[in-house]
C-alpha cells in the first residue's frame, strides 16, 4: 500500500460515507421502482415493506449527506471539487475524447490523475451535479412528501404535492441513470476491479491512468 | 325487505304529504337542481318558521295553560337541528311536515306522535324512473349484502349513516376531493368514533380505530385523505358509493389495489371527479389539481416510456463501449 503509484485518496470517513450512500441509494432506487410501477400483478416486494424501507433508507441518506457535506468543510477534499468554469467545455471535450476514442488506441488520459486532482473534468462536473443539486433536491422533496402538510396545497392550481412527487421520481430516475454511468466508469482503468478495490482499500493506483 | 332499510327513526318524508303533487314537482326540480348548488344554503320553507323558533334554539319558552305564565326550558340536545347544515342540505326546501306529522303543529306536542313509524326513505326515492339515476334499489340490494345489515338487520336504517336533516350529494356533486372524504368518513365516525351512538346497535364498546388500524403505513395521511368505504366496501361500478360494507376480515389490506396503475381508487373516490374532469378539463389537469398524491397510482405512459428509452440508451451506450474495448484491447 506504500507504493509511489498509489496515492491514499479516500479517507476513511469519506469511504464509510460513500458505503452508506452505495448501500442507501441502491435499496432507494429498488424501492422507489416498486412504488412507482406498483401493480397487484406483479411486485417486486411487499408495496408496504417497500414504502418502509424507502422511507428508513431516505433518513439515512440524509443523516449520511450531512456526513458528506461537513467532511468536506471540515477536510481539504473540498478543494477536488473547485470548478473552473473558463476552459471547462474544452477539458471536457478532451475527457469525452478520451472515453471515445483515445482510450481504445491506448493513449494516455488527457488529466492524469495525481495528489492535486482527485477527479477528471467530467468526473468533477458530474459529481458536482449529482451530490449539489440532485441529492439535495431529493432530500428536500424526499422530507417534504414524508410531511405533506408542509406542502404548499396548490401553485396556480397544480397540486403541491403532486409537483414535489413528479420532482423526486424524476430526480430519482437521474441518479438512477448516473449510478449506471458511474459503475461502469469506475471499471475503466489498468484492471476493470481497480477502482472499487481503491474505494474499499483508499488507495488509488495512478499508474493505470 | 326494501322497507327496512330505508325505515328510519327520527325524521323523514311523509308520503301522505307527497301526495300534493305541487310538492312532488317541487321535490324533483330540486333533485334536479341540486347537482348545482348542492352546498349553497338555500332559504328554508317560511312554514318552518314556528318549528325552528323552538327546534334550533337551546331553550324555548312556551305558555303554561296551568300556570298561566310563560315557562322557559331547555331544549332536548337531541332535537336541536343546525339551520345553517339544514339549509345546505339535499332536503332544506322541504316543510317539516312534509316528513313529521302535521299534529306537530300543536304545542304541547301529542307524546304519542313520536311512536309512529315515518315513511322510508325508499317510500319516496324508490321505484319512481325520476330517481334512476340515484339507483336506490340497487343501493338497497347491496346493502342488504353488508354487514350492518347482517349483524343489526332492520333496525339498521339508511339515517344511521344519513342524516336526513343535514345529508349531500357530496360524492356526486363536489369537486373538492377533500370535503368528499371528510363528510364521507363523518358518517362513520358518528358512530366508530362515539361508543353511545355504537350502542344503538352494539352490546360491545366500538373497536379502538387508531389500534386495529395500527398495521396501515402514515395512518393519518390514510384517514385524511380516502374514505373509510375505500377498503370497506366492494366497488359496484354502476354505483355512486358502494353500499355493501364489508365485515373487517374482508377489508382490503392489500397496498396496490390502490397504489398502482389501475388504482381501484380511479372507480371509488375519484370517479365522479374523473367522470366532470374528462368532460371539462382533461385527466391530466384532474389529476395534477387533485390535493392528494398516490404514490404509484399516477404513471404517465409517455413519461415511462422516455425513462425507459433514456435508461435504455444509458445501458446500450455502455454496453457498445464495453464491445469495443474488448475489440481493441
Known amino acids: 500500500m506504500t507504493s509511489e503509484s498509489k496515492i491514499y485518496f479516500y479517507p476513511i470517513w469519506l469511504r464509510i460515507w460513500h458505503g452508506i450512500n452505495a448501500l442507501g441509494i441502491l435499496i432507494l432506487i429498488f424501492t422507489g421502482i416498486n412504488m412507482q410501477y406498483s401493480s397487484p400483478k406483479f411486485s417486486l416486494m411487499n408495496f408496504e415493506l417497500a414504502v418502509n424501507l424507502h422511507n428508513i433508507s431516505g433518513i439515512l441518506i440524509t443523516a449520511n449527506y450531512l456526513l458528506f457535506f461537513l467532511g468536506n468543510i471540515l477536510t481539504s477534499n473540498h478543494k477536488y471539487y473547485r470548478l473552473k468554469l473558463k476552459g471547462l467545455i474544452k477539458r471536457l471535450n478532451l475527457q469525452i475524447g478520451y472515453y471515445t476514442a483515445g482510450l481504445f488506441k491506448h493513449e494516455q488520459p488527457p488529466f492524469p490523475l495525481s495528489e492535486k486532482r482527485k477527479f477528471n473534468p467530467m468526473q468533477k462536473v458530474s459529481y458536482l451535479v449529482v451530490m449539489y443539486f440532485f441529492v439535495p433536491g431529493l432530500i428536500i422533496t424526499g422530507l417534504a412528501l414524508l410531511f405533506p402538510e408542509l406542502i404548499i396545497e396548490k401553485v396556480y392550481s397544480v397540486s403541491g404535492i403532486f409537483m414535489t412527487a413528479v420532482f423526486h421520481a424524476s430526480l430519482g430516475f437521474l441518479v438512477s441513470i448516473f449510478l449506471v454511468v458511474h459503475l461502469y466508469v469506475a471499471s475503466i482503468g489498468k484492471h476493470p476491479l481497480n477502482n472499487f478495490k481503491s474505494i474499499l482499500n483508499g488507495y488509488h493506483d495512478i499508474s493505470g491512468h | ?329
Not at chain 2, 313520536?114 to 339507483?135: F, I, M, N, R, W
Not at chain 2, 388504482?263 to 389529476?287: C, D, F, H, T
Open chain 2, 1 to 329: 325487505m326494501l322497507k327496512f332499510c330505508f325505515r328510519t327513526s327520527a325524521f323523514l318524508f311523509n308520503s301522505l304529504v307527497m301526495r300534493s303533487s305541487f310538492q312532488f314537482l317541487l321535490f324533483i326540480f330540486l333533485l334536479g337542481i341540486s347537482q348545482k348548488s348542492q352546498a349553497q344554503e338555500k332559504a328554508l320553507a317560511p312554514e318552518n318558521d314556528l318549528c325552528l323558533k323552538c327546534h334550533t334554539h337551546q331553550t324555548f319558552t312556551f305558555h303554561n295553560k296551568l300556570t298561566k305564565k310563560d315557562d322557559k326550558r331547555m331544549m332536548n340536545p337531541l332535537y336541536i337541528l343546525d339551520k345553517s347544515h339544514f339549509s345546505a342540505g339535499v332536503h332544506a326546501k322541504f316543510k317539516c311536515t312534509d316528513c313529521h306529522s302535521a299534529d306537530y303543529s300543536n304545542y304541547p306536542h301529542n307524546a304519542e306522535l313520536k311512536l309512529e313509524p315515518l315513511s322510508t326513505c325508499l317510500d319516496c326515492h324508490g321505484g319512481d324512473k325520476k330517481y334512476a339515476v340515484y339507483q336506490f334499489e340497487k343501493i338497497d340490494e347491496e346493502f342488504q349484502k353488508s354487514v350492518h345489515f347482517q349483524k343489526s338487520g332492520e333496525s339498521f336504517t339508511c339515517s344511521k349513516c344519513h342524516n336526513q336533516h343535514y345529508y349531500q350529494a357530496k360524492s356526486r356533486n363536489s369537486s373538492v376531493v377533500g370535503d368528499i372524504v371528510s363528510f364521507s368518513n363523518e358518517m362513520c365516525m358518528s358512530c366508530h368514533s362515539n361508543n353511545t351512538k355504537f350502542q344503538l346497535i352494539s352490546d360491545t364498546l366500538k373497536p379502538a380505530l387508531a389500534q386495529i388500524h395500527d398495521w396501515l403505513p402514515n395512518q393519518e395521511l390514510h384517514f385524511k385523505n380516502v374514505r373509510c368505504i375505500e377498503c370497506h366496501t366492494r366497488v359496484v361500478d354502476s354505483l355512486s358509493v358502494s353500499h355493501n360494507i364489508l365485515p373487517k376480515e374482508k377489508a382490503l389490506k392489500n397496498c396496490v389495489e390502490c397504489h398502482s396503475k389501475n388504482s381501484m381508487l380511479e372507480a371509488s373516490l375519484y370517479k365522479y371527479k374523473n367522470i366532470q374532469s374528462r368532460s371539462q378539463v382533461g385527466k391530466l389537469n384532474s389529476i395534477i389539481s387533485n390535493k392528494s398524491y398516490v404514490i404509484g397510482a399516477y404513471q404517465n405512459d409517455w413519461l415511462n416510456r422516455i425513462s425507459i428509452l433514456i435508461f435504455l440508451m444509458a445501458l446500450a451506450g455502455v454496453c457498445i463501449h464495453v464491445i469495443v474495448r474488448i475489440i481493441k484491447k
